[in-house]
């Protein structure tokens, strides 16, 4: 599975940005799909999951902000960030899971850079 990730790039506070992730991956949908970030200097953390069921999760930091979706069609993600602060500079990654009864397998993009000015 290979994971392309777009939509990065400079915004000022109070901005807009939409993530795209799109998978290339014989094997579909996966169970959930996600978008993590890492900020420089801290662990990377979960920003927001879709899960097969189209259950959603956030980060608190983001709620109200973000809104995550997904194609299966397209075999894509999407995050839609809105009223961006610069506490959300960093670089994001998406992610997808399959699972099995006993196991499961993440996949990873290699990220795109976004950064907020203040």
């Known amino acids: 599975v290979q994971l392309q990730a777009s939509g990065g790039g400079l915004v000022q506070a109070g901005g807009s940005l939409r993530l795209s992730c799109v998978a290339f991956?014989?094997?579909?949908?996966?169970?959930?799909m996600a978008w993590y970030r890492q900020a420089p200097g801290k662990q990377r953390e979960l920003v927001a999951l879709s899960g097969s069921d189209d259950a959603t999760m956030y980060a608190d930091s983001v709620k109200g902000r973000f809104t995550i979706s997904r194609d299966n069609s397209k075999k894509a993600v999407y995050l839609q960030m809105n009223n961006l602060k610069s506490e959300d500079t960093a670089v994001y990654y998406c992610?997808?899971?399959?699972?099995?009864?006993?196991?499961?397998?993440?996949?990873w993009g290699e990220g795109t850079q976004v950064t907020v000015s203040s």
């Open positions: 991956a014989r094997v579909w949908p996966a169970n959930d």
């Open positions: 992610n997808v899971r399959f699972k099995t009864l006993f196991d499961q397998h993440d996949y």
